[in-house]
């Protein structure tokens, strides 16, 4: 088991390293993913799980993704065609590595946090159940201070110059590799 958390970890880095050097190189500006969404609620049910599971809380949390299924599964939905369209054949693993960094660096910072995260991390419950609807999850899950393995941005390239008007026949393109 600590070979894959440490397995995990090296992924993490390596992933924290190639998302930030992308956007260091990125020619244009960058945005929060489509997905930006799904990643904060993923986040937020991770978060609650991680809760949930070190301080005995259950039946609070199942009552979360009974309320929230409809949203949870949707948003699920959105994270597998964000890891197909991102990683095609490994999108599986891709999003298998995500899911368990997500845990591991949530359940670090209630490690380090000790006898305090129940405490400060309890209340989440009572915040997300009182929730009205799936918008208000979203905007909630926006809200919070939830940790990431990563950060995840789509960058585009910068608009080309407007091309002379005067032609002077037929444009060539040049690959180089």
């Not at 359940?107 to 309890?122: D, H, I, V």
């Given at each position: 088991m600590s070979m894959s958390i440490w397995r995990a970890g090296a992924a993490a880095l390596a992933l924290v390293g190639l998302v930030n050097g992308g956007q260091a190189l990125a020619a244009g500006p960058c945005s929060p993913s489509p997905a930006h969404e799904a990643f904060d609620v993923q986040g937020l049910k991770s978060e609650l799980m991680v809760t949930a599971l070190s301080c005995g809380a259950q039946d609070k949390y199942n009552s979360f993704i009974m309320k929230f299924r409809t949203k949870l599964a949707s948003e699920e939905h959105v994270l597998n065609s964000y890891f197909n369209s991102t990683y095609g054949r490994n999108s599986q693993r891709q999003h298998d590595d995500y899911i368990t960094q997500l845990a591991n660096v949530q359940?670090?910072?209630?490690?380090?946090?000790?006898?305090?995260?129940?405490?400060?991390?309890?209340s989440m419950f009572d915040e997300v159940l009182v929730l009205e609807s799936t918008a208000d999850l979203s905007n909630y899950a926006q809200a919070k201070d939830i940790l990431q393995p990563a950060s995840y941005l789509t960058c585009t390239a910068p608009n080309r110059p407007a091309a002379s008007t005067r032609s002077r026949g037929p444009a060539r393109r040049t690959v180089r590799s």
């Open positions: 359940s670090e910072r209630g490690l380090k946090s000790g006898t305090a995260f129940c405490q400060q991390r309890m």
